[in-house]
């Protein structure tokens, strides 16, 4: 079964930082491009960062250039979001998604459960 | 404000059916395909439809999509009380280089 985990949500002062982690499984992680879309509370959908397969290709959300930083371990079937500068408008639910292809532009198919953020 | 236009509630009565639009620009839906996402209350977003008007193995064919020119739709028939949740569409934008959401319509199952 193809799944994702999320981990490294919490807590953080604004202007702090916090590393996101998205441990994959059942599935062969190097052949897919991931991405993290977030949800603040209430609130519709809204797309982060995406990464190919190799992880040479990355695209971030305006909101977000400059301060957070996609990376993947496809030794360890990992994908991570280095996040800096956190502002209260941060806060949200992180998800990471696995996407159907190894580029970014295809369907996000699997989603983790989520992992909160909080910025205060 | 979202770069897709979706309107913010929709309902249906059992048995029924209901359709969700979702309007985007020439940077987006015109030359891309369009997404649509379902989340059921406090749980993850699940993949509904891709490439317009496709269904993923295990989302029933009372489930289709489609598009025209910037404008898309979701179309679910014979309602059922599960079917009660948030509808995303979504599409790839080319001057963002990147993903856009429209704002989800709540589908309330009456």
């Known amino acids: 079964e193809e799944r994702l985990l999320e981990s490294g949500g919490g807590l953080v002062q604004p202007g702090g930082s916090l590393r996101l982690s998205c441990e994959a499984s059942?599935?062969?992680?190097?052949?897919?491009?991931m991405t993290w879309v977030r949800q603040a509370p209430g609130r519709g959908l809204e797309w982060v960062s995406s990464?190919?397969?190799?992880?040479?290709?990355?695209y971030y959300a305006d909101s977000v250039k400059g301060r957070f930083t996609i990376s993947r371990d496809n030794s360890k079937s990992t994908l991570s979001l280095e996040m800096y500068g956190l502002t209260a408008a941060d806060t949200a639910e992180y998800y990471c998604?696995?996407?159907?292809?190894?580029?970014?532009?295809?369907?996000?198919?699997?989603w983790g459960q989520g992992t909160a953020v909080t910025v205060s | 404000q979202s770069l897709l236009t979706q309107p913010p509630s929709a309902s249906g009565t059992p048995g029924l059916r209901v359709t969700i639009s979702c309007s985007g620009s020439s940077s987006n839906m015109r030359w891309n395909y369009v997404y649509w996402y379902q989340q059921v209350s406090g749980t993850a977003p699940k993949l509904l439809i891709y490439?317009?008007?496709q269904r993923p193995s295990g989302v029933p064919d009372r489930f289709s999509g489609s598009k025209s020119g910037t404008s898309a739709s979701l179309t679910i028939g014979d309602l059922r009380s599960d079917d009660e949740a948030d509808y995303y569409c979504s599409s790839w934008d080319d001057s963002l280089s990147g993903w856009v959401f429209g704002g989800g319509t709540k589908l309330t199952i009456l």
């Open positions: 490439k317009n008007n």
């Open positions: 990464t190919s397969a190799s992880g040479g290709t990355t």
């Open positions: 059942g599935f062969i992680f190097n052949t897919f491009a």
């Open positions: 998604a696995k996407m159907t292809a190894e580029h970014v532009r295809s369907a996000m198919d699997i």
